[in-house]
T-cell receptor
Framework: DADVTQTPRNRITKTGKRIMLECSQT?????MYWYRQDPGLGLQLIYY???????NKGEISDGYSVSRQAQAKFSLSLESAIPNQTALYFC??????????????FGEGSRLTVL | DQQVKQNSPSLSVQEGRISILNCDYT??????FLWYKKYPAEGPTFLIS?????DKNEDGRFTVFLNKSAKHLSLHIVPSQPGDSAVYFC????????????FGQGTELSVKP
């Protein structure tokens, strides 16, 4: 089983609909992240959370919200989806409690298409 | 304005030859640098990293070079193998700010038999 699990893996929706992407991890890491990947733009940070009570905006947070329900769960919501939010979304975790490497562990991605 | 740039979207190399992937960054405050590899339908996976106190780090066939004065990072793969065909992302961070990585756009490497 994957250490970082994302659901759904694929989703097609319509403009204006509310969408939630879920992420759960079994690595025991404190830190969780949501990234989106667009062709030619690499991975851009949407939101990140260093623990359950700490949530921070990333580079491209407009139009998104998050919820850290537990150490192991971090959800990304699109309140009213628009076509330019069509992208591949990745959840990631890291453990930075001690001297860390900055290494992130990624899920397999959730492909979202907004029509 | 992009803080991390990988100017080559794609690279094609013959099996057994060297692959060189390049990455430039703009902010001299970045002090930790990583490379990730991504296969289709999978998430990126960590490959190799280097801190700013070094100029080279080696792990098997993979070597990362850092030129701080030029703000330039490169990944060398020697010898290249068909299984190395993937998208490679460089990523940078300020170490004391924790795991906030900034990624480049990626370079798609194709290693031909």
């Amino acid at each position: 089983d994957a250490d970082v699990t994302q659901t759904p893996r694929n989703r097609i929706t319509k403009t204006g609909k509310r969408i939630m992407l879920e992420c759960s991890q079994t690595k025991g890491h404190d830190r969780m992240y949501w990234y989106r990947q667009d062709p030619g733009l690499g991975l851009q940070l949407i939101y990140y959370s260093f623990d359950v009570k700490d949530i921070n905006k990333g580079e491209i947070s407009d139009g998104y919200s998050v919820s850290r329900q537990a150490q192991a769960k971090f959800s990304l919501s699109l309140e009213s989806a628009i076509p330019n939010q069509t992208a591949l979304y990745f959840c990631a975790t890291s453990d930075q409690r001690g001297p860390g490497t900055g290494e992130l562990f990624f899920g397999e991605g959730s492909r979202l298409t907004v029509l | 304005d992009q803080q991390v740039k990988q100017n080559s979207p794609s690279l094609s190399v013959q099996e057994g030859r060297i692959s060189i992937l390049n990455c430039d960054y703009t902010n001299s405050m970045f002090d930790y640098f990583l490379w990730y590899k991504k296969y289709p339908a999978e998430g990126p996976t960590f490959l190799i990293s280097i801190s700013s106190i070094k100029d080279k780090n080696e792990d098997g066939r993979f070597t990362v070079f850092l030129n701080k004065s030029a703000k330039h990072l490169s990944l060398h793969i020697v010898p290249s193998q068909p299984g190395d065909s993937a998208v490679y992302f460089c990523a940078v961070m300020i170490y004391n700010q924790g795991g906030k990585l900034i990624f480049g756009q990626g370079t798609e490497l194709s290693v031909k038999p």
